[in-house]
């Protein structure tokens, strides 16, 4: 059974930055893809980062790219969500994910079994 478990959550400044980190998956076909959702109140559920644990390979949303960093240390089977110049919009409750890969990691909800608890990041002005 696999248990995704987030942690550095936490409140910061706009301008900000923040360390995410999940563990907890395996090295099975269904744990190829690991990657990040958020989901913001009254706001629709949204693929944030994923990365290809076999070679790295990361995909990013338009909103973070360039501003957030998806990382793994395989010999923790943990991944990492570096956040930096955290703007007020990227107040969430980040999951963590893992699933299949399809040739690709997708960004789509269905796509991943496993889910953590949720962690919450909050960004002030």
């Known amino acids: 059974q696999v248990q995704l478990v987030e942690s550095g959550g936490g409140s910061v400044q706009a301008g900000g930055s923040l360390r995410l980190s999940c563990a907890g998956y395996r090295d099975t076909y269904d744990n190829k893809c690991i990657g990040w959702f958020r989901q913001a109140p009254g706001k629709e559920r949204e693929g944030v980062a994923f990365i290809y644990t076999r070679d790295g390979t990361t995909d990013y949303a338009i909103s973070v790219k360039d501003r957030f960093t998806i990382s793994q240390d395989r010999a923790k089977n943990t991944v990492y969500l570096q956040m930096n110049n955290l703007k007020t919009e990227d107040t969430a409750t980040y999951y963590c994910?893992?699933?299949?890969?399809?040739?690709?990691?997708?960004?789509?909800?269905?796509?991943?079994?496993?889910w953590g608890q949720g962690t919450q990041v909050t960004v002030s002005s």
């Open positions: 994910v893992a699933g299949r890969w399809f040739g690709f990691c997708s960004n789509a909800e269905p796509s991943y079994m496993y």
